[in-house]
């Protein structure tokens, strides 16, 4: 591990993705995701950063289908601190869990590892680990806890390094410029009519932590600087109307 997370250390732009990969890789993983928001508290405006070496129609179809409203491991590291090692099973009975699982299987996302990480200037930062096969049996189990620490400790440098290069830097988000998904057109327009974080989460039934993400993806999507300027930009563009 010390090697490997030296090669990562060391890397920058198309090199930074090769040397993710040949790391996930070699601690029995088939792809890597990071996301963190810029904002030291939940309920602040922020942009928010992914970073990937997953297929990008996923992560479009991840957007678009506001997965981030029911992503069982989402809601694992809002209230725990501790790697969280998921399959299939993890959805309970919850039938838009399973439904949401069974679509992330077709892209490879069967199983896997998430880490939660915070820090003084960041709420939540998190780090997964991925795999095709649906199910962790026993003996995949002990694989994957005799190699969680090499896991948290990967990332942790990543993070580190997603910070000096990226984020400190004032790149923008690599999402800046996408689409709008339906669900962040909803909550622009909510909040065009006044509405808060709380109103609009209790309007859609979902958390307010859970609206302040669709924000921050906002933000990041339009290059604003809050969500006032957001729905100013929305409103020009014949997004959503006043």
Same mark, same amino acid.
């Given at each position: 591990?010390?090697?490997?997370?030296?090669?990562?250390?060391?890397?920058?732009?198309?090199?930074?993705?090769?040397?993710?990969?040949?790391?996930?890789?070699?601690?029995?993983?088939?792809?890597?995701?990071?996301?963190?928001?810029?904002?030291?508290?939940?309920?602040?405006?922020?942009?928010?950063?992914?970073?990937?070496?997953?297929?990008?129609?996923?992560?479009?179809?991840?957007?678009?289908?506001?997965?981030?409203?029911?992503?069982?491991?989402?809601?694992?590291?809002?209230?725990?601190?501790?790697?969280?090692?998921?399959?299939?099973? %993890?959805?309970?009975?919850? =039938?838009?869990?399973?439904?949401? $699982? +069974?679509? *992330? !299987?077709?892209? @490879? &996302?069967?199983?896997?590892?998430?880490?939660?990480?915070?820090?003084?200037?960041?709420?939540?930062?998190?780090?997964?680990?991925?795999?095709?096969?649906?199910?962790?049996?026993?003996?995949?189990?002990?694989?994957?806890?005799?190699?969680?620490?090499?896991?948290?400790?990967?990332?942790?440098?990543?993070?580190?390094?997603?910070?000096?290069?990226?984020?400190?830097?004032?790149?923008?988000?690599?999402?800046?410029?996408?689409?709008?998904?339906?669900?962040?057109?909803? %909550?622009?327009?909510?909040? =065009?009519?006044?509405?808060?974080? $709380? +109103?609009? *989460? !209790?309007?859609? @039934? &979902?958390?307010?932590?859970?609206?302040?993400?669709?924000?921050?993806?906002?933000?990041?999507?339009?290059?604003?600087?809050?969500?006032?300027?957001?729905?100013?930009?929305?409103?020009?563009?014949?997004?959503?109307?006043?």
């Amino acid at each position: 591990m010390p090697h490997l997370a030296s090669e990562l250390l060391n890397a920058s732009g198309v090199d930074l993705k090769r040397g993710v990969q040949a790391i996930v890789s070699a601690l029995g993983f088939a792809s890597f995701m990071y996301g963190m928001s810029t904002s030291p508290q939940p309920n602040r405006e922020s942009r928010s950063y992914v970073w990937t070496t997953l297929p990008r129609e996923w992560v479009a179809i991840y957007d678009e289908n506001a997965y981030i409203e029911i992503d069982p491991r989402l809601t694992h590291c809002w209230q725990q601190v501790t790697p969280f090692v998921w399959d299939r099973h %993890c959805s309970g009975t919850n =039938a838009s869990v399973t439904a949401f $699982l +069974d679509h *992330a !299987a077709e892209y @490879g &996302v069967g199983s896997g590892v998430v880490v939660p990480l915070r820090d003084p200037l960041h709420p939540l930062v998190l780090v997964a680990l991925n795999s095709p096969q649906r199910e962790i049996d026993p003996a995949r189990r002990s694989q994957i806890d005799a190699r969680l620490g090499d896991i948290v400790l990967f990332a942790s440098h990543f993070h580190e390094l997603f910070m000096a290069h990226f984020v400190d830097s004032n790149a923008p988000p690599l999402q800046q410029g996408q689409r709008l998904s339906t669900r962040e057109i909803q %909550c622009l327009a909510l909040a =065009a009519h006044g509405q808060t974080s $709380l +109103d609009i *989460a !209790a309007r859609l @039934g &979902v958390a307010e932590r859970t609206v302040n993400f669709h924000f921050c993806n906002i933000l990041s999507k339009l290059g604003a600087a809050n969500r006032h300027e957001a729905v100013a930009i929305a409103v020009s563009r014949g997004l959503i109307t006043r």
